[in-house]
């Protein structure tokens, strides 16, 4: 098992930039695949990124492309998503999430564990 702890949240002008970091211990953190999802009040949960166990490959969904990166640092067993240009409908509570396997996934229900999540709010 593996726990996660999300931090790095917070509130930013659009425009801004903020770095999200996910701290995983437990098990080995290079066997899992990763992944970041969001939550805004009255939605539903939905894929951000995701990194396979080496970091290399990404995947990102579109609303997010070339604002966001997604990285991974096995030796520190923490992943990280850094967010540039960010606009106010970016603003939701952000999780991270752990997967058993090594490949990317982008669906929800592909993934085994998750954060308590950190919220991030954008203002106009």
């Known amino acids: 098992q593996v726990q996660l702890v999300e931090s790095g949240g917070g509130l930013v002008q659009a425009g801004g930039s903020l770095r999200l970091s996910c701290a995983a211990s437990?098990?080995?953190?290079?066997?899992?695949?990763m992944g970041w999802f969001r939550q805004a009040p009255g939605k539903e949960r939905e894929f951000v990124a995701a990194i396979n166990w080496s970091g290399g490959y990404t995947g990102y969904a579109d609303s997010v492309k070339g604002r966001f990166t997604i990285s991974r640092d096995n030796a520190k067993n923490t992943m990280y998503l850094q967010m540039n240009s960010l606009k106010p409908e970016d603003t939701a509570v952000y999780y991270c999430a752990a997967r058993g396997g090594t490949t990317l996934r982008v669906g929800v229900r592909e993934y085994d564990y998750w954060g308590q999540g950190t919220q991030v709010a954008v203002s106009s």
């Open positions: 437990g098990r080995t953190f290079s066997s899992y695949a």
